[in-house]
Structures are given as C-alpha cells and as structure tokens.
C-alpha cells in the first residue's frame, strides 16, 4: 500500500465525472509525487496540462483526493516531471517519509523496436494466478488459458467482450505474461487500439508505414484492445485487417478485446467475419460470490486482512464493475492506513457514500422503479400494473418500461411480468416507442431526466 494507490483511488473518482477521451487526455501521464503535511504534488507531463489543471480541474483533483484521504489531502499542487509516468518514483508507505523508492514495473518504453524484453506493453500484475474465475468469466478464462498451451492453433482470434471494468485487460495480459513465462522467446504485444490507430495515422504522415506494419507483423501474439475504437476508422480497419490476415495465415495467436460484440463495432460483413472465425466470449457482472471472492484476493495480495463483515457491506453497495470494486477496497485502506486505524463497519459505510450513488442505480429494484413512476405522475400503482389503456395509463406503463430496460437493463420478459403480466413484446414496442419519442418530446425528455434522478437516489 503506497501513496501511488491514493492518486488510483482519486483518479477512480475523476473517472466516473469526465468523458473518457477527457479523462484519457489529461489524466493518463499523471502521478503522485508526494504527499506532505496535507500537500499533494502531482506529476503532470507537461506546463500546458499544469496550467490546465490550475484552471479546469483543480477543485475536482482536489475534491477527489479529499475523497480518496477522507479529507487528509488540503491542497494540491502541480509540477511538471517529463518522465514517463511508471518512471515517476513513489512514495511507499511502508518507509520513512521523504525517502523514494522506484514505482514497480518496467519503465514505459517508446517504441516496441526499442524494447529489450519481448513482451511489449504487458503489465506483470496480470496474471492468471491473480484472476479470480467465477460463472461470468468461466468460458472467456478457459479459451484464455488453453491459448496459453497452443497459440495460434485452437481459437483464433480470442475476441473477448463485456462491459467496462469486468476484467478484459487483465485476462488478456494473463495470456500474454503467461506464454511469455512458459516460451521467453516469443514475441508479444499488446497495445491499445487507440495507440494502433495514431500510430498508424502518425506513421503514414511521416511515411513510416513500413516501419509501422513490420512492428506488427512480426510478432507471435498481438492483442488489441478496445478494437470497438476502430469502429468508423476506415483506413485504421484496413491496416488492421492486412495485419489480422498476415498474422492469421501464419498462424500467430491474435486476441481482442472490446466493449460490444463484433456485430455492433463492424458494418462490413467481409471484415466482420473475420473477427468471428475464432471464438467470441462474454464476460458478465460478477455475482456476490465472486465479489466476495476477489476482495479477498486482493486483501490477502496487499496483505491487508478486513473482516468478512466489512468485505460484504462493500460487495453489497459496489455491484457491477470490479474496477470500482477494488477502488473501494484501495480506499479503505488508504484511509486507514492513513489514519492508523482499524476499519469498521461504520467507517467503510461512510466512505461507501460516494460509491452508493452509481451503485445505488444498480440496486434499485423494479418494484421501486415502478412505484416512482406511478408516484411521479400521478397514477395509483394497482392501476399502472392493470389492464386499462387509457392514455393517463399507458404513457407512464410505456416510460417505467423504457426505464427498467434502459437503466435496469431488465430483460424484455421480465419487465413484460413485473407490469402486470404483459407479453414481452409489450415491453420492446413501449422501448422502441420511447427511445424514438424522446428525441423530439422534450416534456419526455424532462421526465426521463427527473424519473432517473429520483431512482439513482434511492438508498441503498
Ligand atoms: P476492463 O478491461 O474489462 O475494463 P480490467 O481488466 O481493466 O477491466 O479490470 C479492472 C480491474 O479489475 C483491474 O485492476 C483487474 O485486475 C481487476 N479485475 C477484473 N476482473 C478480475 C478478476 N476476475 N479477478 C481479479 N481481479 C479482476
Ligand atoms: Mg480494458
């Protein structure tokens, strides 16, 4: 446990509020510098990002460091440091302050022709070992794992997808630090689709599109991931597929990741087809079990006991995204760690707050939901779940409907048996309708505003 998880857990916060391409922009090179007297310095590449930080983002950087020391952190400062971020040293708890240790991992290496071992842009904690399986990754971790003992020979390409957070990254660098620990000679590299896209847009420009596609192609493994950014790219989706079909013939094992299935990122049957000839696999939102299970994982990792009690009060309120799960673990430890104190049941819930909002959407039931709408507008509940297709009835039904889909993710039989007993494709024209409505109905629009508001803040 170090400073360093302090920043991890502030950033987690930052996340949640900005924009992906935002938060990839100008957070991405950051790290903790140090922390003094309440005093953090933060490492930022260079003085554009300073001054913009100063200007835009400063009261956010420090309300979530805040968060992130429960209110240790008072002041935040910036400075400039042009080495790459793993490069940054930081502060570990467990020495005397003031004293430096070097970050863990290799340092961030410029280009894969530089680099001296053979696996490019793996991070060794993603191993197997550390993997927790549970039945919603049980199918994506075996295909992993048989890669692992015949690349290139059974699924090809692994094309792995699920929702943000649920663990894609790391079981692909398994594949990649494990094969690397079996067969050292084997190339690897992973990279992300954002970096295959601008370096190949760079390389083109700068007539290196030589250079760019044998940095590619020579390799044993390539994984690529979040290839849903290419979706749209039309030039990136050709280089890509020459290098796919290269590697493919030679049967060299390709893995990818993305956070929708390979229909939804790929127009083109002829390239779609592709990405389907090996095996496509989900991964789903860990149940309470696995929960449980990954917490103790990473306690016993940091070597940080807590009590069953308090790992289930967190895999209680922290429910769909293991990111976050481990952010609230990182949390708790932070702060007491920092305050040398033991954490219990009343101090994880109050640092649980800031989790319970997201959180809070996840555990609403559909029962609730549907008791809000009813409420908001109007209509005795008995009524909305009943038979009459009045119009002061049938809006609301249609709107509690969009909402469990939408927000619930309910599926369409489900909510066609929460209202009322309704066939299911009750439930998919009530969608359709209020998905295609709310664009022009800005009354609708409202209400579904004010409707979400209300259900997100129901407690937990
Ligand atoms: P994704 O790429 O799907 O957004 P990541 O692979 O980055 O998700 O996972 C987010 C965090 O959760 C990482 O720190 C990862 O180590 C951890 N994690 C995800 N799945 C598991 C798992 N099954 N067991 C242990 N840790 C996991
Ligand atoms: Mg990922």
Redesign the pocket.
Known sequence: MNYQEVWQAALGELELTLSRANFTTWFKQTGLLALDDGAATIAVPNTFTKTWFEKKYHAAILKALSHASSGSVKNVLYQVDARPVSAVPIMDANRPTGRFTAAAGAPARTSFAQDPTNAFGLNPK?TFD???VGKQ?EMASAAAKAIVDRPGQIYNPLFLY?G???????LMQAVGNAIIARLPQTRVLYCTCERFTNEFIQSVRSGHAKEFRDQYRNVDLLMIDDIQFIAGKKETQEEFFNTFNHLHQSNKQIIL?SDRPPKAILAEERLLSRLEWGLTSDIGQPDFETRIA?LE?KCKEKNFPIDREILTAVATTVTSN??EL?GALIKIMANCQLRNIKPSVDFVKQILQSFSSSAGKRSTTPKQVLAIVAEYFDVPLVELLGASREKRLAHPRQVAMYILRQELKVSYPAIGVEVGGRDHTTAMHAFDKVSHNKDEDLKLKQDLEVLKEKIYSVSV
């Open positions: 993603y550390s993997f927790i990754n699920g943000v957070g649920l663990g894609k990254t790391h990741t990954i994982a293991i990111r481990e």
